[in-house]
């Protein structure tokens, strides 16, 4: 690597908190050190006292950077599979792997919350807005998976917006297990997500089903290679 190399943003967010809590233990060390030296001069040093506090205080803000790190979907690690998929995401959408990282961070974990098949998360963003993260349709649906925000406000964490991609993701699919739960039945759930109850023929479901199968193909064509 030489010097003009630029990190990913993936990386550059895992160097900045390990310096951010180097500079954290660092400045927490310091001040041990300085109750210490006071301790001394007056005589009442009290080591256990003094530094489980203090250990304490450390391990206590180690745990929110860890925190903050799990909640930050740019530095979660993608499964292989998932690693798959993007290629062919970025592939046959036109759009950058980096760009496409939280996305599929964002379905992996909700994914694993929900008891959903990540894939199938993805396969609906590509069906509804083509990875478009600002797509918005005339009846009013908004973001990646075109969720419909009159239906759904509940289900949107304070302050947050529906065009944000990871919100979008994380709402979307909760609003797709709940059609499936409602309905009994994936195709049925999927109908309704796609607004297309009526359709007897279930060309929306086919539609998300079939992308979920090319995504499917592109993970067992990199595991084969």
């Known amino acids: ?3 003009s190399t630029v990190l990913p943003p993936a990386m550059q967010r895992v160097s900045t908190l390990l310096v951010q809590g180097f500079q954290k233990f660092l400045m927490i060390a310091g001040l041990v050190f300085i109750a210490g ?10 080591l256990g006292s003094s530094f489980v506090p203090s250990l304490a205080a450390a391990e206590t803000l180690a745990a929110d950077d860890e925190a903050g790190a799990a909640d930050d979907t740019s530095v979660v690690p993608l499964e292989p599979r998932l690693r798959a998929a993007m290629d062919y995401v970025s592939r ?13 961070a964002t379905a992996q974990v909700v994914g694993r919350e929900l008891h ?23 009846f009013g649906a908004q973001g990646l998976m ?10 949107l964490p304070e ?14 699919a909760r609003v797709l297990k709940e059609y499936i739960h ?23 479901a086919g539609k998300v089903l079939a992308e979920r199968q090319r995504l499917e193909q592109a993970v067992q064509r990199v595991r084969a290679a």
């Not at 030296?37 to 009290?46: C, H």
């Not at 998360?121 to 797509?135: L, T």
């Not at 075109?146 to 289900?155: G, N, T, W």
């Open 92 to 104: 046959r959408y036109k759009v950058s792997s980096e760009a496409v990282q939280p996305i599929f």
């Open 1 to 3: 690597m030489n010097a």
């Open 37 to 46: 030296l006071i301790g001394v001069q007056s005589g009442r040093l009290n």
């Open 159 to 172: 302050e947050a917006s529906f065009l944000d991609p990871v919100t979008n993701v994380q709402v979307g």
């Open 146 to 155: 075109q969720v419909v925000p009159r239906f759904h406000q509940d289900k």
């Open 116 to 138: 959903i098949d990540p894939l199938l998360i993805i396969a609906v963003i590509g069906v509804e807005s083509s990875f478009n993260p600002f797509s918005q349709s005339g």
């Open 182 to 204: 409602r309905h009994g039945g994936l195709e049925e759930g999927l109908q309704q997500f796609g607004g297309a109850m009526n359709d007897a023929g279930r060309r929306y």
